[in-house]
């Protein structure tokens, strides 16, 4: 996959947004010499930049740094929706890898619905289209799972198990809640997330946990409730055993 290395440790600054629609010549070229362009596409064609030819399908979107030719090539009508932008560098440390051109699969819907959402703010409070643009940016940055499972449902029950952590959570119900078989979601959530389901939820809770014994005066038993682990025996062992002392001894050194 073809990728910038673009600058994403500060908020873009958008010069121009909107809706376009291309494709009455059959080949036209651009070239915004001072800025970056991002496109969500709803149409085939061919994109060519630097001697490579990049397919486009709707359910595609781009991040073309400034002064890049680019070249497309349509096949009827092309409307998209489009944002131009500059982006501030702080240093090498700002910048991370961005695919030129993606496939968003299942994500297309949600980013496409939270980058065309970015015009109804841009006129009267910039700063917040900038920072949903900025989102966006960091998203196109994380694509998809090589395997081309829709990583949505991994996100959907990291979601479930942050509102549901005071509650029982078994991973055949938050399965059945993404639409996955378990041994599906378990081999999906494993390759995204390098543990299991069962381990995810241990460590949630017990993040969730320390950070109530050291921040708050919550009784001990009231936390270990809140975190799911209603059994003050069971609550003991499994902090003992992951943060190598007891609830009183963590709450005793914040």
């Known amino acids: 996959m073809l990728t910038w290395k673009i600058p994403l440790g500060f908020p873009p600054q958008i010069s121009m947004m909107g809706h376009a629609q291309h494709g009455i010549q059959a080949v036209e070229t651009f070239r915004l010499p001072r800025l970056w362009c991002a ?12 001697g490579h030819r990049l397919r486009i399908r709707p359910g595609y979107a781009s991040v073309i740094p400034p002064d890049t030719e680019m070249e497309y090539h349509y096949q009827g009508v092309a409307p998209h929706l489009y944002v131009h932008f500059s982006l501030p560098s702080g240093g090498r440390h700002d910048l991370v890898p961005i695919p030129v051109i993606q496939g968003l699969g299942e994500d297309f819907a949600a980013l496409y619905r939270l980058f065309a959402d970015i015009p109804r703010w841009l006129p009267t409070q910039p700063r917040r289209a900038a920072a949903r643009l900025w989102d966006v940016l960091w998203r196109l940055t994380d694509p998809p799972a090589a395997t081309g499972a829709p990583v949505p449902a991994v996100e959907q029950v990291r979601e479930l198990v942050e509102i549901h952590l005071a509650e029982p959570l078994y991973v055949s119900q938050l399965a059945s809640q993404v639409g996955f078989s378990q041994n599906h979601l378990a081999r999906l959530f494993r390759a995204r997330m390098g ?3 069962v381990d995810y939820i241990r460590q949630r809770r017990v993040e969730r946990a320390r950070h109530l014994l050291q921040h708050t005066t919550l009784p001990i038993k009231a936390i270990a409730a809140e975190v799911g682990i209603p059994d003050l025996h069971l609550f003991n062992k499994i902090i003992r055993h992951a943060l190598g002392r007891a609830p009183r001894q963590i709450r005793a050194i914040a």
């Not at 496109?39 to 630097?50: G, K, T, V, W």
């Open 39 to 50: 496109h969500f596409y709803e149409y085939e064609a061919e994109l060519r930049i630097h």
């Open 195 to 197: 543990v299991t389901v």
